[in-house]
């Protein structure tokens, strides 16, 4: 065979393996029963990878074939949670001797979100550990840097603390709080925490010397002889009006109640004076003499 002829046999046999490829390839897609909508897709960090055909085949697929596919995929959950790990999932489609791939990321894009404090309203010279207010959730693990660098507490005055919540995954969150240190009262001799979780703010309430309370107001101090501006005295279990420690009123707090009269017993009773006289009868008088005698 001259080599002419072989060079025409094997273009012509070339020519007939594209020719079966082609068909092939036609044939198969023309019979493919799974027809994906993506072979790419994106799933929130804590949404579920679904196992449901319909969320992966097109609505042109019959639905006979829809119920009959199987999806199956290698799980990675997180510890005690039904929602798989940040990573990359192959989910498989199989129905009869076909097999659809589709790949799945799971990303998080979540940044943390910060409780609702706002606030602060200090007073002079006291320490605030702000990180027990200051709190941020996620479902990452999450850590919270608090600059507090520009808040003198031990100086009267209206200040911003910085707040930042990151989670493991990158995501960030920024928040700015305002501080208010108030002047501290001369009669301060306490203090205790309290936080309004319905308007975000935490206070700083003030113990007096008499163990009274004292809460700042917008106006000048009021109430209970109190030192300092914008104080004004609270309640306490020494000082309130419904005080169930105080005593009953004596007649000198309520001069309407009189004491009844009663004899001192230290006076000794009445007696007549042994040392003066007996009063004389004036019958025992002796007569006036007669001066014509």
């Not at 060079?7 to 897609?29: E, R």
């Not at 000082?239 to 009844?260: A, F, I, K, L, V």
Request: negative net charge.
């Amino acid at each position: 065979m001259s080599k002419a002829k072989k060079i025409i046999i094997f273009v012509a046999l070339l020519d007939i393996l594209v020719v079966c490829g082609i068909a092939a390839v036609f044939w198969t897609n023309h019979n493919k029963q799974l027809e994906l909508k993506t072979k790419k897709l994106d799933v929130e960090y804590g949404e579920l990878i679904s196992k449901d055909a319909s969320d992966y085949l097109k609505k042109s697929v019959d639905k006979k074939i829809i119920n009959k596919t199987k999806v199956t995929y290698t799980r990675n959950p997180v510890k005690g949670k039904k929602y798989d790990k940040v990573g990359k999932y192959t989910v498989k489609l199989s129905y009869k001797d076909e097999v659809a791939k589709v790949k799945v990321t799971v990303k998080d894009t979540t940044k943390p979100k910060f409780n609702n404090i706002n606030e602060f309203h200090s007073i002079e010279g006291v320490e605030i550990t702000w990180g027990d207010y200051i709190k941020a959730e996620d479902l990452a693990k999450v850590e919270i840097d608090i600059d507090a660098s520009s808040v003198n507490i031990n100086t009267e005055g209206e200040y911003t603390l910085k707040a930042t919540a990151k989670d493991e995954n990158g995501n960030e969150q920024k928040k700015d709080i305002k501080v208010i240190v108030n002047e501290k009262p001369s009669n301060m001799s306490g203090h205790f925490i309290n936080v309004d979780e319905q308007t975000g703010i935490v206070t700083v309430s003030v113990v007096a010397d008499d163990g009274s309370t004292i809460s700042r107001t917008n106006n000048s101090t009021t109430g209970n002889g109190v030192s300092g501006n914008g104080f004004s005295g609270g309640s306490s279990s020494q000082n309130s009006s419904n005080d169930t420690t105080e005593g009953t009123n004596s007649s000198e707090d309520n001069p309407s109640q009189e004491p009844p009269e009663t004899n001192d017993p230290t006076e000794p009773p009445a007696t007549d004076d042994p040392t003066e006289p007996p009063a004389t009868d004036e019958s025992t008088e002796p007569s006036v003499m007669d001066e014509s005698i």
